[in-house]
């Protein structure tokens, strides 16, 4: 990693470098930040208090009501680094989010993974350009803002895809003789 990756976090007088972070608009999904322990403890306080911080010309605060889960380390140099992301406790919640760091994940697999992940419907990986086609014209997937990740969110129904499903299966559109 070099320094033209790592992002200022400032908060309250107390300064982070993020390498990667994920927003849903001003909302934060992930951030990735390493730094004095101390500057962190500050930094994730004024976060969980729903307050601000700016990283670099972004931003952010949690989501309210928002469930969060902290991971903190120390890295072998003697640096702390500490995550923050989103956590969904609720499997019935319509909305998700798929993050990745591998650069070569496109948006149609990460989307098929999260759809995987989250839907009680069965689907087959042939059908994944479709599912990802369907997403993008019914506005069932936007991009996240990100730095050095893939994310996406996306918003599930079930019994809407299970119709659209069915349909496509009796035009032909999809294979339901899979092997």
Same mark, same amino acid.
């Given at each position: ?68 889960? !902290?991971?903190?380390?120390? $890295?072998? =140099?003697? %640096?702390? @680094?500490?995550?923050?992301? #989103? *956590? ?47 997403? !993008?014209?019914?506005?069932? $997937?936007? =991009?996240? %803002?990100? @730095?050095?990740?893939?994310? #996406? *969110? ?26």
């Amino acid at each position: 990693m070099t320094a033209i990756d790592l992002i200022p976090v400032e908060a309250d007088g107390f300064h982070a470098f993020a390498d990667a972070f994920a927003l849903d608009q001003n909302w934060l999904v992930f951030i990735s930040m390493a730094g004095h322990k101390d500057a962190l403890k500050a930094i994730r306080a004024k976060l969980f208090t729903n307050r601000w911080l700016s990283a670099g010309n972004h931003d952010m605060s949690l989501l309210p009501r928002g469930k969060y889960v !902290t991971a903190t380390r120390t $890295l072998p =140099s003697g %640096t702390h @680094h500490m995550a923050i992301y #989103i *956590k969904h406790e609720d499997s019935a919640a319509e909305d998700h989010y798929a993050l990745t760091m591998d650069r070569t994940v496109l948006e149609p697999d990460l989307y098929f993974q999260a759809h995987v992940k989250n839907s009680a419907l069965p689907i087959h990986p042939s059908w994944k350009a479709w599912l990802y086609a369907r997403a !993008t014209k019914n506005k069932e $997937l936007e =991009s996240l %803002t990100a @730095h050095r990740i893939t994310g #996406i *969110k996306i918003h599930l129904d079930d019994q809407n895809l299970a119709r659209d499903i069915t349909r496509a299966l009796k035009k032909g559109v999809l294979k339901k003789d899979i092997e």
